[in-house]
């Protein structure tokens, strides 16, 4: 009697053979295009101004000797953009065969050659102008991608694996692979396009606001932080993985819960209103001692009071729950948005629509309130309720459901580490205390007396304050700490806390070297 099994029509039980040549050239374009996707997803959510694509290009314009680039660019007239990213995107593609073919005799091989790429997309990148040390970013996500995947589509046939099913498993692979790289490549079209749609729009939005002057004596000190920190340098934090994309004429606003009408807002209804604009200082619950998530702007905006006033708050009412467009919510105590603070709806910033990233078309902004509890950005729900009733997104997570700002002070100048030339030597920084103001700010060197230094002016108690001053200093290292005391006469305890549920407390030092 027979044993075997009928072999099925047309399939190969043969123990399948290392892959050929061309297999492992395909495997090697399908690993360079998806970690040439994920980067042009990165970049789109990024908001870098240049793809790596588009860096090595302009980077090989650069160090294409003048005659020669200006020669070609004469031969191909406008088209000597697309061309050279098509040329950019060829040579990925082939570099990217060569690596699939090397690494029939090692892995490390076709490795090297991702490697290599990913070093000349890092350089091309970080030479552009404009560029910071995250702009490499989106290289090092494709290099990621390359180094996980090759070995995955390169892979030799399993212990046993017959042709038929080490064919299979290779198609499975690599239709996985290219199905995935379209998905982030058409996400990344869509981000970016997104975006610049939403980007054009606001930059041709006319509000009627002002874009405030800093007040006469804010700044007494030099070489730090300006006063009013420009929108562009403005510390950002949100959850958000990609900048939320609300169009103006989208965005809406509802005003529920314990009220006795609701109300509902349009883009046009809210900047038609009248507006309020004031210095804010924003700083966020996670800042540490001595740490930069902080800054000031110029914001105009409709006072939140006025809106609260006219929905008609209900008895009984103690917060209200703020909803972001993508989800993020927070709690805010009813009262600092309904006294007599700039608690603002805010649309401008700096005197220009806010910026995407800090919460276009519309945020709030609350003097005195961490961020975390206060400052949602692309907010489009406020419900009026009780704290009783709700978790916010960050007290689920261990922070406070509330968070009044700590009076806090940091030296900018001299910096950690620092080495100055002996005698006087200058020191500043900025103490805050939102919506309580700063009223004397204290300097310590080498464990010494406090003794006081100089306050710049500030227009109201909801901006930082900068401070100055001098030391004497002999040469050696030293120490030196800095101190506030707010309008309410409470003094900066020394004593360190984490950030973690309500924000850091504690001095901040920094110890430098006189020369
Ligand atoms: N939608 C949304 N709004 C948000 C947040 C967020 O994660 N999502 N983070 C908050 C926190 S913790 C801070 S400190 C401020 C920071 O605002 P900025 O990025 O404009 O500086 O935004 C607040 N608003
Ligand atoms: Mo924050």
């Not at 072999?7 to 061309?22: E, H, M, N, Q």
């Not at 060829?90 to 090297?112: E, K």
């Not at 002999?474 to 305890?493: F, I, K, M, N």
């Amino acid at each position: 009697m027979s044993t075997s099994i009928p072999t099925p029509v047309g399939t190969d039980l043969s123990v399948a053979s290392p892959p050929s040549g061309r297999r492992l050239a395909l495997g090697g374009v399908l690993t360079a295009l998806a970690g040439l996707a994920v980067s042009e997803l990165a970049t789109a959510v990024m908001k870098e101004r240049v793809s790596a694509p588009v860096a090595v290009g302009e980077w090989i314009v650069d160090v294409t000797p003048g005659g020669v680039a200006r020669t070609a660019i004469d031969a191909v007239g406008t088209a000597d953009k697309p061309l050279l990213l098509a040329g950019v995107t060829l040579g990925l593609i082939g570099f990217g065969a060569l690596a699939g073919v090397l690494t029939r005799r090692s892995p490390l091989g076709g490795l090297m050659v991702f490697v290599a790429m990913a070093v000349i997309g890092a350089v091309a990148v970080l030479t552009r102008p404009g560029s910071t040390g995250s702009s490499i970013i989106p290289v090092a996500c494709a290099a990621v991608t390359w180094i996980v995947l090759l070995p995955q589509v390169t892979a030799p046939p399993r212990e046993g694996e017959t042709s038929a099913e080490e064919r299979r498993r290779f198609l499975r692979v690599a239709g996985l692979v290219a199905a995935g790289s379209v998905a982030v490549g058409v996400a990344s079209r869509f981000v970016s396009r997104e975006r610049r749609l939403i980007e054009a729009a606001r930059t041709r939005l006319r509000l009627p606001v002002t874009a405030g002057t800093v007040p006469v004596g804010a700044t007494i000190a030099e070489g730090l932080t300006p006063w009013r920190v420009p929108s562009s340098d403005f510390y950002r934090i949100d959850t958000a993985l990609v900048v939320p994309t609300v169009r103006a004429e989208d965005w809406s606003l509802r005003i529920h819960g314990m009220v006795d009408r609701e109300i509902t807002l349009t883009y046009d209804d809210l900047v038609q209103r009248e507006l309020t604009e004031a210095w804010v200082t924003l700083c966020c619950v996670s800042n540490k001692v001595g740490g930069d998530l902080i800054g000031n702007a110029w914001w105009s905006g409709v006072r939140v009071a006025d809106l609260l006033a006219e929905a008609g708050v209900q008895e009984g009412a103690d917060a209200v729950l703020q909803t972001s467009v993508d989800g993020w919510n927070c709690g805010t105590p009813l009262a600092a948005l309904t006294d007599d603070r700039d608690a603002l709806l805010a649309v401008a910033m700096n005197g220009e629509p806010l910026p995407l990233e800090h919460g276009f078309p519309v945020r709030m902004v609350v003097p005195g309130l961490y961020g975390f509890v206060s400052a949602t950005k692309w907010v489009v729900d406020l419900e009026v309720t009780r704290f009783t009733d709700f978790e916010a997104f960050w007290t689920v997570r261990g922070w406070s459901p509330t968070g009044p700002v700590k009076t806090q002070s940091k030296i900018e100048v001299p910096g950690s580490g620092d080495r100055v030339g002996a005698g006087e030597v200058r020191v500043g920084g900025y103490a805050w205390a939102q919506h309580t103001g700063i009223e004397k700010v204290e300097i310590r060197l080498d464990g010494g007396p406090w003794t006081e230094v100089d306050l710049g002016r500030v227009p109201s108690d909801d901006t930082w304050v900068q401070w100055g001053g001098t030391v004497q200093a002999e040469p050696g290292t030293h120490t030196l700490a800095v101190r506030a005391t707010d309008t309410s006469g409470y003094t900066q305890t020394g004593v360190r806390t984490d950030v973690v549920p309500d924000g850091a407390t504690g001095w901040h030092t920094v110890e430098f070297t006189v020369t």
